[in-house]
């Protein structure tokens, strides 16, 4: 799913930087793809529960699986919602605001890697690691708001762009902030207390 999820999160940048519609509708079948994959990590620790009722360690992994596909299902959709956007920006020229949402993708992906690696490794520490990266999309979020907000009061007629372009940075923040989520039940798993990251 992690892996998915980055390749979905990549091409919908792509599809946006190059104002790509077809490969934006690619993401969307991607998004199917891990949606069916959640499906079956719930349905597959459902029953695991049934029927075997684990305890303490093994429980606190089978609940962090959950919590890991539920926020990785998450960071997906918001991949679709970035080449969604891909639409309404298709005959628009390159805004150099774009490359904050790239350096915003690059460290979103750099987080889902290393929170994988975290919940196969059962690292805290590596979890901690990822978490830690949340504070860079949300300085770069800051920043694209502060833009648009100019780029609204210089050219109020890019109105609807300009809003859009905050919304798209608005899904890599609400990224970032799932896959701290993550990294706080990997901890979680491993150390059996509910630590809060980047609060």
Request: proline share 2%; hydrophobic share 45%.
């Amino acid at each position: 799913m992690a892996r998915y999820t980055i390749e979905a999160l990549n091409k919908a940048m792509v599809a946006f930087r190059t104002r790509d519609v077809e490969l934006a509708k690619e993401v969307k079948k991607q998004d199917a793809l891990i949606d069916s994959l959640q499906t079956q990590v719930e349905d597959e620790i459902a029953t695991i529960i049934a029927t075997q009722q684990p305890v303490a360690t093994d429980l606190r992994f089978l609940l962090c699986t959950v919590k890991m596909a539920g926020e990785l299902e998450r960071c997906a959709d918001h991949a679709a919602h970035l080449a969604k956007a891909t639409k309404l920006f298709k005959d628009e020229p390159q805004w150099r605001q774009t490359s904050f949402i790239e350096e915003m993708t690059r460290i979103g992906a750099e987080m889902i890697s290393t929170a994988a690696e975290a919940f196969i490794a059962r690292s805290a520490s590596k979890a901690r690691e990822a978490a830690a990266m949340d504070d860079g999309i949300d300085h770069l979020h800051k920043e694209v708001i502060g833009q648009m907000l100019e780029r609204l009061r210089e050219r109020p007629e890019d109105a609807e762009k300009a809003s859009k372009f905050i919304q798209v940075s608005g899904y890599l923040e609400r990224l970032g902030d799932h896959m701290t989520n993550a990294c706080e039940y990997i901890v979680y798993m491993v150390e059996s207390v509910h630590v809060e990251l980047n609060g």
